[in-house]
């Protein structure tokens, strides 16, 4: 999977000629020099600049979400004698004392490795808390602490068995999706009743976290019979999402609804969209008239739709990965109805506890079709459609979902390298022989000593990243002067991104023709 590009601005691209040394042989681990061959010239890095406006919240009463003005490769930041590198300006600290004050300390860090001065911020959970956040739900909210929120009675999981796991929160775990594609069908219907407080006749939440910089996120409200069938790309019919990547928050409504003409003001939000390993709750707020997404309680979008249905299910879907925290439902109450669907490429024997079955086919132009199957049939033939079994409320359809305990911290992605003469020009097509080629590195990996550079071979540079502490996400640029390269030959690069504990590095590896 793409993991996601942990790659940081440049600022002032003054360029620093380095001496022609020896390139490194036999170094300890711990010892990187910077080196740099004849022909070379490395872009000089702004100094990482202090963070400025913090900001603070917390979405339980254990936890601390800050964030803060930034523009470096990343962050590192400390606390109760903890040390964490995040690569974007926001952090989430869980398993606090709810009423003890946390010192926060927050340092911007160059992708050499060299730390700001601190941004200092002090935070108590119970003082940022709201406990009001729940009480236009139904019942309890669903916490996806582990498999047991995953009960077969409430969820139908559609993902590779593999992909999903438990990760460490706080002192807790939740469920961590690690796939292409994940769908959670909630068998929780939403019924829309009289409008609320604030004017909402149903509700949906859902609280979480990206995962990568592809992270997709989507909560569709689905009309019957639509929450049977399996998911896909096509927007089903009078079925209304919110969808939510890392560039921000939208709406999306099956043109066919009803526009109302409804104006919404947003909100005044620095941020609408997803943070990679930092949670923020989401609410889809369904009005008589209009359909409004808020983000940690602030109107981010909103559509003037008017949905028809009195009844929908709420179905969630993660592309890329996530972090799923947790789900509520508000507007009449209803009650879980346990509910397997299977598909029909062989026959199937009906379940003792059945209540209703039915079978459901996907026709043209979004039509869908059920046709009733009596209760004594006893087994149901092979055929192009899919049996829906609808059990007694205290049945359990299918076994909860495998889900393996995986490691902590923000995921990162394999280095790459770039290449551009400095005309503009870029492969596959051959570069001009004269002049300069651009070459640009980004180093996804959090932790790392150093980066080394060959050409066609050639150790050409060797640069640390642990300048005043480990290395961080970021980007590094170098000139390389054409007069040291075969015309019509092509140039291979390769970068090697070297760990702390002396481990294999990761490589990246690109090639480019000189005309």
């Known amino acids: 999977m793409d993991r996601r590009t942990l790659a940081g601005g440049l600022g002032g691209l003054a360029l620093v000629v380095a001496a022609v040394v020896a390139l490194r042989n036999g170094d300890a681990p711990d010892t990187l020099k910077k080196e740099v061959a004849d022909g070379v010239e490395v872009v000089a890095l702004q100094e990482p600049v202090k963070p400025a406006n913090p900001r603070a919240q917390a979405l339980d009463a254990d936890a601390v979400q800050i964030a803060w003005n930034g523009s470096a490769s990343a962050y590192e930041v400390r606390w109760n004698g903890n040390e964490q ?12 004392d709810p009423e003890q004050e946390t010192q ?39 916490k996806f602490g582990g ?3 995953l009960d077969p009675r409430k969820w139908r999981v559609e993902a590779e068995p593999d992909c999903l796991g438990l990760r460490p929160f706080g002192p807790g775990k939740r469920i961590d999706v690690d796939c292409p594609m994940a769908a959670f069908q909630s068998n929780t219907p939403i019924r829309f009743g009289v409008p609320a407080n604030d004017g909402a006749t149903g509700r949906a939440i859902i609280s979480v976290a990206g995962a990568v910089e592809s992270s997709h996120v989507r909560l569709t409200l689905l009309p019957d019979p639509w929450q049977y069938l399996p998911e896909t790309e096509t927007q089903p019919r009078g079925a209304v999402s919110l969808d939510i990547t890392t560039q921000g928050t939208r709406i999306i409504a099956d043109p066919e609804l009803p526009r109302t003409g409804k104006q919404v003001t947003l909100g005044d939000s620095p941020m609408t969209g997803l943070v990679a390993g930092v949670r923020h709750r989401w609410e889809m707020r369904v009005l008589p008239d209009a359909v409004v997404a808020l983000r940690d309680g602030v109107v981010v979008a909103y559509e003037p739709v008017a949905i028809a249905e009195r009844v929908v299910h709420p179905r969630i879907r993660i592309e890329g990965g996530g972090f799923l925290d947790a789900f509520g439902v508000g507007g009449v109450p209803e009650r879980v109805v346990p509910t397997e669907v299977i598909p029909l490429d062989q026959d199937v024997a009906l379940p003792q506890d059945v209540v209703a079955v039915k079978l459901v086919r996907a026709g043209q132009d979004k039509q869908v079709t059920i046709t009733d199957v009596p209760l004594d049939a006893g087994r149901v033939g092979a055929q192009d459609a899919r049996l829906v079994v609808i059990r007694k409320p205290e049945s359990r359809p299918g076994a909860l979902p495998r889900l393996a305990d995986r490691p902590g911290g923000i995921k990162t992605g394999a280095p790459r390298l770039h290449v551009m003469h400095e005309d503009g020009a870029k492969p596959p097509q051959p570069l001009p022989g004269k002049g300069r080629v651009l070459v640009t590195a980004e180093v996804n990996d959090i932790g790392h000593r150093g980066i080394e550079l060959e050409l066609d071979g050639k150790r050409i540079v060797a640069l640390p990243t642990d300048e005043q502490g480990p290395g961080v996400p970021g980007r590094h640029e170098f000139w390389l002067d054409t007069e040291n390269l075969t015309p019509g030959a092509l140039a291979r690069l390769k970068l ?18 000189l005309g």
Do not use: H, M
């Not at 160059?110 to 959970?125: C, D, F, V, Y």
């Open 85 to 96: 590198l995040v690569p974007t300006p926001e952090v989430e600290l869980a398993g606090l």
């Open 104 to 142: 926060v300390e927050i340092r911007a860090v160059s992708a050499t490795g060299k730390r700001s001065e601190p941004l200092k911020i002090a935070a108590k959970p119970q003082d940022l808390y709201n406990g009001k956040w729940d009480d236009q739900l139904v019942g309890q909210p669903d």
């Open 147 to 149: 498999p047991e929120a």
């Open 496 to 513: 090697s991104v070297l760990p702390a504990d002396g481990g294999e590095p990761v490589i990246a590896e690109t090639v480019f023709e």
